[in-house]
Structure formats: structure tokens, C-alpha cells
């Protein structure tokens, strides 16, 4: 169909700076470990960050 185009599933992505290299290539290690099961819960996060500033401060919850 005229006007249509086929997008490919890898993509060219040129990098403006270093900064947005580096930004992107963090993104992709992040889906990769999420795609492995490197995962924290969400409610493991929230119970460590409503912990901050408190005099009960929970340490950093870790991989599963």
C-alpha cells in the first residue's frame, strides 16, 4: 500500500551523545534482567522508599 511502512524489529539507532549511549545501553541491560527474573517487587520498593527520611529507615531491597 502506498504510504506504508514497514518498520524492522532492530532498528538503526544513531546516538547523539555519549550521555544518551549510555542512557539506551542501560535501558537494555535493565529489559534484559527483567526478561532473566532479575526483578524487586513493587511492594518491596515502596514499603524502602516510604521508609526514607524516617528513623526506621529500611536498606535496599534486593533481586529476586
Known amino acids: 500500500e502506498e504510504g506504508c511502512r514497514m518498520m524492522s ?9 555519549e550521555e544518551t549511549a549510555a542512557f539506551l545501553a542501560a535501558v537494555q541491560e ?3 534482567d527483567a526478561d532473566a527474573g532479575r526483578t524487586v517487587p513493587y511492594s518491596a520498593v515502596r514499603e524502602w522508599l516510604l521508609s526514607w527520611g524516617t528513623e526506621h529507615e529500611k536498606p535496599a531491597p534486593h533481586c529476586k
Open 30 to 32: 535493565g529489559i534484559a
Open 9 to 17: 524489529a532492530n532498528p538503526i539507532i544513531q546516538h547523539d551523545d
